[in-house]
């Protein structure tokens, strides 16, 4: 109950939060181009709270739902701008300072300044980030697969990887994500070795599945961290129940060979459905054997055991923090690459190169926010900084109801000389919650069958 009630509340802040900076952004800019801004509300549905500013203008208010906000503009909504009588109720004063005839570039101002404050807060949460410390995971080789490139190119456990590319290296993190721009490449990697610098070539390897979903380190070139790997829990009736593996288990062994690593564990359980294997299982300071059939789950032939389970990094995890220059160049840095990542996967989805089942809904951003607010303030705002990022990217999008519809439908008057039918505004309307309605219901799906799955 608790944990449902932090979660929560690590969601409902997340999220008014953001609305806020995004909606902050329209406001703003829309009252230093002289536009009339008559309320500015975080969240839907009935005010809580409400007051008025000094010049008694606008009405500012907290709503009932705090999973949105808006900002209402004079003469902003259709049925004001096609509404002559409306019109007429207005002093030239008052029109003067109405959305719908301001000139195209104030109005573009507006709907882009929303999507550009994601962007900003993005920067300065990273920056802050940055010199509050981030806790990483030195780049140090934890294991290395056999008959792998890394293997065959000499590195082995307790190297110390010094640079990659151009790029000196602090951090695990660091490494893959430089490997993720080098798949099907040759990458030039300088590492220690008993205080010994040496340095070596190696082609990371290219993959049939797009590599933003693939740990390139450990599948392109056999490097990983090097992890002990636990069972969490184990589901009723499952094959791991029935071999008697229990939560706690430390799982060292998986068909004769060493178990350093979750994701190459769940591969080998998903490739063996329908084969008894042997479990090297260490319980209580107690070596067992276990013999497990995975079960297929589908069609394909997909095993599994029916367990959950976590890891632990073999090595300790450090603190590492920025000067006040190397921040700032991360701020902007970092946001640039997350923003980059997030058309490419966007994209990647469209096109079907990545499945949309990836598309999270409400209860996976919830999930992060309660698990990140749990690991301390520096991973809370990262997470609030990536979903700033996702913001800014989705709302400049082309769709009608999204400031990147009005954008083109700004960019369409410039061009034609004229504002579109109020007719056609409204139609085009329609089409964006209709698909903004369908985009949501799939990922809420998406969410709950990862629940159903666990």
Known sequence: ??????????????????????????????????????????????????????????????????????????????????????????????????????????????????????????????????????TVMPAVVGSVAPSSIAERAGLMPGDVLKSVGDKQLVSWQQFEEYLKGAVGKEVHVVYEHDGITSS????????????????????????????????????????????????????????????????????????????????????????????????????????????????????????YRMGVWEGVSYGFSRTAEMTELTVQVLGKMITSAISAENLGGPIAIAQLAGRTADLGAAAFITFLALISVNLGVLNLLPIPVLDGGHLVYLAIEKIRGKALSIAMLERMQLLGVVLIATLMIFAFYNDLMRLFRG
């Open 1 to 134: 109950m608790m944990e449902t009630l932090h979660t929560t509340l690590a969601f409902v802040f997340a999220i008014a939060l953001l609305v806020a900076v995004h909606e902050y952004g329209h406001f703003i800019v829309a009252r230093k181009l002289g536009i009339r801004v008559e309320k500015f509300s975080i969240g839907f549905g009935p005010a809580l709270f409400s007051w008025r500013g000094k010049d008694g203008e606008v009405e500012y208010i907290i709503a009932a739902i705090p999973l949105g906000g808006y900002v209402k503009m004079l003469g902003e909504n259709l049925d004001e701008q096609g509404d002559e009588a409306q019109s007429t109720k207005l002093s030239d004063a008052e029109l003067a300072r109405a959305y719908h005839v301001q000139p195209v570039w104030k109005r573009a101002s507006v709907a882009f300044a929303g999507p550009l404050f994601n962007f900003i807060f993005a920067i300065v949460a990273y920056m802050l980030v940055a010199w509050l410390g981030q």
């Open 200 to 319: 070596v070539n190696m082609a990371v390897k290219q993959f049939e599945k797009d590599a933003l979903l693939v740990n390139v380190a450990e599948d392109g070139l056999g490097l990983g961290l090097g992890t002990e790997v636990f069972v969490d829990s184990v589901m009723p009736n499952s094959p791991a129940e029935q071999a008697g593996l229990m939560a706690g288990d430390q799982i060292v062994q998986f068909d004769g060979r060493d178990v350093s690593s979750t994701r190459a564990l769940i591969r080998s359980i998903q490739e063996h459905a329908g084969q008894a294997l042997m479990l090297g299982i260490l319980r209580a300071n107690t070596h067992l054997q276990m013999q497990v059939t995975p079960k297929s789950e589908n069609d394909h032939g997909v095993g599994r055991m029916g367990v959950h389970l976590v890891s632990k990094p073999l090595g300790e995890a450090i603190i």
